[in-house]
């Protein structure tokens, strides 16, 4: 690094599309009871079709789809009850033609039937005689065997984390444990000689407490890692480098917060420099440009603006999407969002990815503004919009997609 600048800066769609650690986490097999969430080393395939077997989707009568063809309200057609089937076992009567067998949701369907008519287009109108007053077409009514996944189908694809119908459909093909990434370890090193931990009690003059670390160590939780707070260290040449070696062993990614700028007493960029290789030093977009990108003996390193606004925007947008890859997702969950009006315009600057927080009421977003380092405007907002990098700025009145804080 020479000089104090600025270097290879990139946009923010240029650092997700290029910046590609190759490291992962390891692979550990987990109880399905725990996996929510978690992100499948492999593709899982079901050890036999689902449901297994043919089954009603309605309450009714199994039949012949051909007995009820041409059967009306005007012109019903009639069959015999030939008994009923129980859920939970195998149907003990088959269907003759002319006949039927009441059958609940869910039940296996008789040998013989192809077909379920709905109890609601039937009325027994005397005993062990059904009145049929709509036709069926052959499969009418029922699922086939394989319908939901056939034997070595896929259940559930590498790469995404699992979510909860998944895991109901890995419990329903008797999955109950499965090889999935680890949860990555986030080691987050805080720096600066005004940074006291949030447990000081009476901060002297100049010292702030160390709020950024915190708030990161809940979002790498909410992304499905685990934080490991590594501790302040001062703006001492060679100080940071040392806790650097420290943690990189232990961890799949390692965030630094504050020191990546390029005053005298920001030190990030020389000690990952000595240690890893720098991918690029400054995004274009804001809050956040002073952010740095590095790979470190393969680990991932992010280094973040010291003001917290900015280093949890950044984060937020370059870190929770390295930290799902790291943990072998191909691509992070979507967030929730909603679209809403504009209350006012939004200026910007061509060029720069601009994220500006919100408030949404009734259907219209807010802007919020302030300094960087004021971790209150994120506290009141209801979740940010975006001024896409080409843009000079949005207009009043536009409606914008709204990413929603959960």
């Known amino acids: 690094m020479s000089g104090r600048e600025f270097f290879t800066t990139r946009t923010v769609a240029e650092a997700l599309a290029g910046f590609r650690p190759a490291h992962r986490t390891a692979v550990e097999r987990v109880p399905l009871a725990a996996a929510l969430r978690r992100v499948p080393a492999t593709e899982v395939r079901a050890p036999s079709a689902l449901p297994g077997f043919v089954r009603s989707t309605v309450d009714g009568f199994a039949v012949r789809a051909a007995d009820t063809y041409g059967a009306s309200e005007g012109l019903p057609g009639y069959?015999?009850?030939?008994?009923?089937?129980?859920?939970?076992?195998?149907?003990?009567?088959?269907?003759?033609p002319g006949g039927c067998v009441a059958i609940p949701t869910g039940g296996a369907l008789p040998e013989g039937a192809d077909a379920v008519v709905m109890v609601e287009y039937t009325a027994e109108t005397m005993p062990g005689t059904i009145e049929v007053t709509r036709p069926v077409a052959p499969g009418g009514g029922v699922v086939r065997a394989d319908e939901d996944v056939a034997a070595g189908g896929a259940l559930v694809p590498a790469g995404r984390p699992l979510r909860a119908p998944d895991l109901g459909l890995l419990a329903a093909a008797g999955v109950t444990s499965l090889a999935v990434h680890a949860r990555p370890r986030v080691a987050i090193i805080s720096t600066g000689d005004e940074v006291v931990?949030?447990?000081?009690?009476?901060?002297?003059?100049?010292?702030?407490?160390?709020a950024t670390a915190s708030a990161l160590a809940a979002m790498v939780t909410d992304a499905g890692g685990l934080p490991v707070v590594a501790g302040i260290v001062p703006d001492e040449p060679g100080v940071l480098e040392k806790r650097l070696e420290e943690v990189l062993p232990d961890a799949d990614l390692v965030?630094?917060?504050a020191g990546s700028s390029v005053g005298a007493r920001d030190e990030t960029a020389g000690a990952v420099a000595a240690v890893g290789e720098i991918w690029c030093h400054g995004l274009a977009i804001k809050p956040g440009k002073p952010t740095l990108l590095a790979e470190c003996g393969g680990i991932p390193v992010i280094g973040l603006p010291g003001n917290p606004l900015s280093a949890l925007v950044v984060f937020g947008q370059v870190g929770t999407p390295l930290l799902w890859r790291t943990a072998g997702c191909a691509s992070p969950p979507p967030r929730p969002g909603t679209r809403a009006r504009l209350s006012?315009?939004?200026?910007?600057?061509?060029?720069?990815?601009?994220?500006v927080q919100v408030t949404v009421r009734d259907g219209v977003a807010e802007p919020l503004f302030g300094p960087s380092a004021l971790l209150s405007v994120l506290t009141r907002a209801d979740g940010y919009l975006i001024v896409p990098e080409p843009a000079t700025g949005l207009d009043?009145?536009?409606?914008?997609?709204?990413?929603?804080?959960?």
């Open 255 to 257: 965030v630094v917060s």
């Open 197 to 210: 931990p949030p447990g000081t009690a009476e901060p002297a003059p100049g010292q702030v407490r160390d």
């Open 79 to 96: 069959l015999d009850l030939l008994g009923a089937v129980r859920m939970g076992a195998p149907p003990g009567t088959a269907v003759v």
């Open 344 to 355: 006012r315009d939004v200026a910007s600057a061509a060029g720069r990815l601009d994220v």
């Open 396 to 406: 009043r009145g536009i409606d914008v997609d709204v990413t929603l804080y959960r």
